[in-house]
């Protein structure tokens, strides 16, 4: 008789995701998986062909947890990509290391910036859609140049040098949409 699957790859997806929030994705490694997700690396090489097989997948829940924060973010502003600059220099403060797997590590796994951002739901496309409404003749470049100061931000949360509070985050983007637009 075949012997029962007890490690699934939800779980090693799981148990990924704990340990690069922990130690970070050079840590993710077979041997500190198994560990992590209490087996040995067996059932990892059953479920998986490779480790970049698995590092693809947990890339990918990484990518839906932040479209997840994103939306469930409360819209505190009706100026252009000010409620997008404040989910994801949120999500920068809360979750680092899954915000460096995701935006600042060179491999996205097909993922574009543009695709990330705009998540399972269309984030960032609603936000340019919202800007047009707004009467803004020009969004994407609005967009690019909000960028630059949204993600500056988030990249300074990840050396604890970013510490403005979110009302303090809030008016420093509109005021910087108002120069921009």
Not at 153 to 171: E, I, V
């Amino acid at each position: 008789m075949p012997r029962t699957i007890t490690i699934t790859k939800q779980n090693l997806i799981d148990a990924s995701i704990e340990l690069l929030r922990k130690e970070g994705a050079a840590a993710l490694t077979a041997r500190k998986l198994a560990r992590e997700a209490g087996c040995s690396t067996q059932p990892i090489f059953r479920a998986y062909q490779n480790m970049d097989e698995l590092y693809a997948d947990v890339f990918a829940v990484s990518a839906d947890i932040f479209s997840d924060f994103c939306e469930s973010y409360p819209a505190e502003s009706q100026v252009a990509f000010v409620n997008l600059g404040l989910a994801y220099i949120s999500f920068a403060q809360k979750d680092k290391e899954l915000f460096r797997l995701l935006f600042l590590s060179s491999n996205r796994y097909g993922k574009s910036l543009v695709e990330l951002l705009n998540g399972k739901t269309g984030f960032l496309k609603n936000q340019i859609s919202a800007a047009k409404e707004q009467g803004c003749a020009d969004p994407e470049s609005l967009f690019m140049k909000m960028w630059m100061l949204i993600h500056g931000s988030a990249c300074m949360c990840l050396t604890d040098d970013y510490d403005l509070d979110s009302t303090a985050t809030r008016k420093l983007l509109e005021d910087a949409e108002k120069v921009f637009a």
